[in-house]
């Protein structure tokens, strides 16, 4: 994601099971921008217990801007795996790790 553009996240989940053990942030996306941006969850990355940057771990952008989903919230579900809402949709997005 561009840090140069502003956009705000509206969900963090800090805890979580299997390899989701870090933080993640949900960028909900703009709805009114000719560029769109946000619609992701980000994985902060840290160094010596310090954020330094961020990672895009499941965007809802495709490459020429179209929007799939407007993320916004995370959870861990009881088994430890992720769960992401998306309101423009209307779903839950269980994101599976690929070996």
């Known amino acids: 994601m561009d840090e140069q553009q502003t ?7 800090s805890k979580g099971g299997h390899w989701w053990r870090c933080l993640r942030r949900v960028y909900h996306g703009s709805w009114n921008r000719e560029k769109k941006a946000g619609h992701c969850v980000t994985r902060v990355l840290f160094d010596e217990g310090r954020p330094y940057g961020g990672l895009v ?8 801007g179209k929007v799939l989903g407007r993320p916004v919230e995370v959870v861990v ?10 309101d423009e949709g209307g779903r839950i997005y269980r994101p599976s790790h690929r070996q």
């Open 77 to 86: 579900a009881p088994d430890g795996s992720l769960l992401i809402s998306d």
């Open 7 to 13: 956009v705000i996240p509206n969900g963090q989940l």
């Open 57 to 64: 771990y499941v965007s809802f952008l495709t490459k020429e």
